[in-house]
């Protein structure tokens, strides 16, 4: 387990995954010989929060303690993660597939890819947009107690199934890899399919396991 | 899977009576005819049948149905109910009492012409490709069962195997496999 005398860099030396939430979490530069409370301080950040994200990211186990992870601090990191995949993710895909188009425009397994990874990526911003604008305002807005568990409900159907799809991705690009293709580039694609799902395993488990549990102690107040 | 070999092992004689009729008059052979569960020594000789059993014998049929089915046998229930019942998990199809003989027949007929092709592991028989087909086109279980002709529990069996044998779970990668195989087109 992560503990605030652990030296941030050796921290993110063991797992280079924690990197760019590191960044997203606002403490990537400069981190020196510091340990995580003096990387806090010095940026003015909850230390009980920040050891909550990188010890869940860090575990599939972990779960933080309620008090750990302030709602308001939690949405905000949850929206600078959509914006990751909006930014980054997802265009860093699209970089590949449309270079190995170039060197085998008519080859059908990247034709298939790419319509299958059109869909998959409509359905995430779909599901990126509902959660924006319909449960990270709920701790704000005072909606009706109906309102807000339908969309809790909905929130939490959409994350079941969804994690799947990547995976069966992999599989699929593996069993038909085509002859004569630039094999580097595969290895580049299928690397950053397996970042995106364990960020989109990650993400999901967040909210299911820690977000979603806090707005119904909301709701309930 | 011997073409067209069965034993009916049921209770009431009317339900034997009424089974036999309707698997002679579609030249399916019936080797025995039982009303009680017979001993071990009489089930292991049996490889490669298919077994019509009253699923009121489920407990004693339970003790034996590895073995049964390790042995190539196709378990059929044959329920006095018009429902399915927990128990009813225990077999490969259930003939219930309401179904009529075209619906029995199409339930046995899908194994006799299916099994000889599922024998290798990994590779999807005929009816599977069917399943899986339709998977892809979008339609639902109980559409695929009405239009196959078969029950929602075998669609929701045949698609674990499809599952199982692919190793993809979700629909999407399940299209994705049907459109690189030309089993759909993938626009």
Known sequence: ?221 | MQNGVSVIIHKSSIIQQGLKNILLSHNIGISEIMNTFPVCAVLNNWKNVLLLIDNQYVSEFKKHRKALKKNGNILIGVSISAVFNEFDSFFDEIIFINDGPDSIINKINYYFSDVSDTKTDNQLSIREIEILTMVAMGYSNKIIADKLFISIHTVITHRKNITFKLGIKSISGLTLYAALNNMVDFH
């Open chain 1, 1 to 221: 387990m992560i503990t605030e005398n652990d030296k941030l860099s050796d921290v993110v030396s063991r797992n280079i995954d924690l990197l760019p939430i590191i960044h997203r979490l606002g403490l990537s530069q400069n981190m020196g010989e510091r340990n995580i409370c003096e990387v806090c301080r010095q940026n003015m950040k909850d230390v009980n929060f920040i050891l909550g994200i990188l010890n869940t990211y860090s575990s599939a186990d972990y779960l933080p303690k309620p008090d750990d992870l302030e709602l308001k601090s939690l949405i905000d990191f949850l929206t600078l993660t959509h914006n990751y995949h909006k930014k980054v993710t997802i265009p860093r895909l699209y970089g590949f597939i449309v270079q190995l188009k170039q060197q085998m425009p008519n080859e059908k397994l990247l034709l298939i890819v790419e319509k299958y990874l059109n869909q998959y990526i409509k359905k995430l911003l779909q599901h990126i947009d509902f959660e924006e604008q319909d449960i990270f305002p709920l701790v704000n807005k005072r909606k009706s107690d109906d309102e807000k568990s339908v969309n809790i409900n909905k929130l939490f159907r959409q994350h079941t199934n969804v994690e799947n799809e990547i995976s069966d991705l992999k599989t699929i690009i593996i069993r038909h890899i085509p002859q004569n293709v630039n094999m580097d580039l595969i290895n580049d694609l299928l690397h950053a399919l397996s970042h995106f799902e364990k960020e989109q395993l990650d993400h999901a488990r967040f909210e299911d396991k820690i977000l979603i549990p806090k707005l119904l102690v909301l709701m309930a107040d």
